[in-house]
């Protein structure tokens, strides 16, 4: 199997399995005991909360350990209402993950009033929208660092800045940024940060959710007082630890990211575009992630493209794995401007460490077959 959709989800890094085992096996006492058994589970915690701290420059005292990004999202978004119930107003782009555009719309539905950030044809947004759109009464702006179905990167510098000139709580879901890109939250004035373990090869089930020591927060999940009284819940002590030791190797990795694994795709796509007519890229050319490519072949569709490459054992995607199986054409493209057509055309493939040049230069004699067996089908179709 080649598998080009690490955006969706990646495989678990063999050293990370191996710290998690005696969590599993032997170590399995309660964080939260008093003993010295669960004192050494407590300690784990706390080693684990060092090293995701050291991969974002931040102190370990402002990660939170949460289940997933979608957690630590609606987190930021409900700690943030909490802290100033009068403040009724959010605000957003069209772009972002379902773990905020489905939240924001139940908000909406609720009497919240929500600003959607239009983007470019590249899939950025306009600061001076931004700096319009926010008021007396935002509760919160909530933009993602980098888009999962593009890897589009949006300005979060400036972003910040603005948010942080207004006085306005800011949150990122950087879910998909954090392992691929440097990231230094000392320099930034960001309230809150999300990110998720699976997507940089830890196991799935365990995320963070950063709270800068001068932002309030106010506890989504309340119960025994776990995480400082911030997170009730039992702690997942063994993903913790394989959290903590996947943003360890993640630090360590960081140029393979930005060299080996972006020469991956840039591989990829100049095969592609020397073999494939009528080909674009969605999103913008160089300010987007360096594992990602997603993009537009004419005269395919993007379902029957998955079907003929699973078959040939590729694995990519059409989009957010959160969205598979919708009808509806991507959010993200459209709100770009694309049509409908170009949308339901577009394939998206991201690379991880765990790559190969074989595996792209395999992949490179297979999709194009398989690109034009597609078209030749459509042809057909579209004659008869």
């Known amino acids: 199997m080649i598998y080009f959709d690490n955006n969706a989800t990646t495989q678990i890094d063999p050293e990370v399995i191996q710290v998690m085992l005696p969590y599993l096996k032997d170590q399995y006492g309660n964080p939260?005991?008093?003993?010295?058994?669960?004192?050494?589970?407590?300690?784990?915690?706390?080693?684990?909360?060092?090293?995701?701290?050291?991969?974002?420059?931040?102190?370990?005292?402002?990660?939170?350990?949460?289940?997933?990004?979608?957690?630590?999202?609606?987190?930021?978004?409900?700690?943030?209402?909490?802290?100033?119930p009068d403040r009724r107003h959010l605000v957003t782009s069209k772009v972002e993950h379902s773990a905020i555009i489905k939240?924001?719309?139940?908000?909406?539905?609720?009497?919240?009033?929500?600003?959607?950030?239009?983007?470019d044809s590249g899939g950025l947004i306009s600061l001076d929208d931004l700096e319009?759109?926010?008021?007396?009464?935002?509760?919160?702006?909530?933009?993602?660092?980098?888009?999962?179905?593009?890897?589009?990167?949006?300005?979060?510098?400036?972003?910040?800045?603005?948010?942080?000139?207004?006085?306005?709580?800011?949150?990122?879901d950087a879910v998909q940024a954090v392992g691929k890109i440097e990231i230094d939250l000392r320099q930034l004035p960001i309230s809150f940060l999300s990110l998720s373990g699976h997507k940089l090869h830890a196991p799935k089930g365990i995320a963070a959710l950063y709270v800068n020591r001068k932002t309030r927060f106010n506890p989504y999940l309340i119960g025994g007082g776990q995480e400082n009284k911030r997170r009730g819940g039992t702690e997942n002590t063994a993903s913790i630890v394989a959290l903590g030791r996947a943003a360890e190797l993640a630090s360590s990795a960081m140029h393979e990211e930005n060299s080996r694994v972006r020469a991956l795709r840039d591989r990829f796509e100049q095969g592609l575009f020397a073999t494939v007519s009528s080909i674009q890229i969605n999103g913008h050319r160089t300010q987007r992630l360096p594992n990602t490519s997603n993009l537009a072949i004419e005269g395919i569709d993007a379902e029957g493209m998955l079907m003929l490459l699973d078959q040939k054992e590729i694995c990519c995607s059409a989009g957010s794995a959160c969205t598979a199986g919708s009808l509806e054409p991507s959010h993200v493209l459209k709100a770009m401007g694309y049509s409908n057509e170009r949308a339901r055309g577009s394939l998206r493939f991201s690379f991880s460490r765990f790559n190969s040049e074989t595996e792209v230069e395999r992949a490179l004699q297979i999709i194009p077959n398989a690109i034009e067996k597609l078209r030749a089908m459509n042809r057909g179709f579209l004659a008869a």
């Open 132 to 172: 319009r759109a926010i008021r007396d009464d935002t509760a919160i702006v909530s933009l993602m660092w980098a888009n999962n179905e593009t890897g589009t990167l949006f300005p979060m510098e400036e972003a910040a800045e603005i948010c942080r000139s207004k006085g306005t709580p800011f949150h990122t």
């Open 103 to 119: 939240h924001a719309e139940a908000l909406a539905r609720r009497g919240y009033e929500v600003t959607w950030l239009d983007v």
């Open 32 to 84: 939260s005991s008093a003993y010295s058994f669960g004192k050494h589970a407590a300690g784990a915690v706390q080693t684990a909360r060092e090293q995701v701290a050291a991969l974002l420059r931040c102190e370990p005292s402002e990660i939170i350990f949460t289940s997933c990004g979608t957690e630590s999202d609606n987190s930021a978004i409900q700690s943030a209402l909490l802290a100033d």
